[in-house]
Nanobody, 124 residues
Framework: QVQLVESGGGLVQAGGSLRLSCAASGRTFSNYAMGWFRQAPGKEREIVAGISRSGVSKYYADSVKGRSTISRDNAKNTVYLQMNSLKPEDTAVYYC?????????????????WGQGTQVTVSS
């Protein structure tokens, strides 16, 4: 499995921006579709965004569409999530995940490798 380490979380005021990064190691990064998920207290984990192996195909949850951009740099083995116009309801632990199947369906059950998560807190 690929190892994933997230960074870039923190405390930000509503309307602010954050850029999350996820560094991968251990396997060929470009073989994996990648996703960002989040889990708020008392809620189930949900997908936020997904990106195909090449970076051409992308998926966004309706809750972040238009405010977030997922990207990847296969040369740096890193996937990013740029989040703008943050809202208090974006507060959650954000997880990076890797799907070795490369499917662009971005189904949570396909993601076999997960990072430890990074906390994002948006104050009102």
């Amino acid at each position: 499995q690929v190892q994933l380490v997230e960074s870039g979380g923190g405390l930000v005021q509503a309307g602010g921006s954050l850029r999350l990064s996820c560094a991968a190691s251990g396997r060929t990064f470009s073989n994996y579709a990648m996703g960002w998920f989040r889990q708020a207290p008392g809620k189930e984990r949900e997908i936020v965004a997904g990106i195909s192996r090449s970076g051409v195909s992308k998926y966004y949850a309706d809750s972040v569409k238009g405010r977030s951009t997922i990207s990847r740099d296969n040369a740096k083995n890193t996937v990013y999530l740029q989040m703008n116009s943050l809202k208090p309801e974006d507060t959650a632990v954000y997880y990076c995940a890797a799907d070795e199947s490369g499917s662009i369906a971005f189904r949570p059950e396909n993601f076999g490798s997960w990072g430890q998560g990074t906390q994002v807190t948006v104050s009102s």
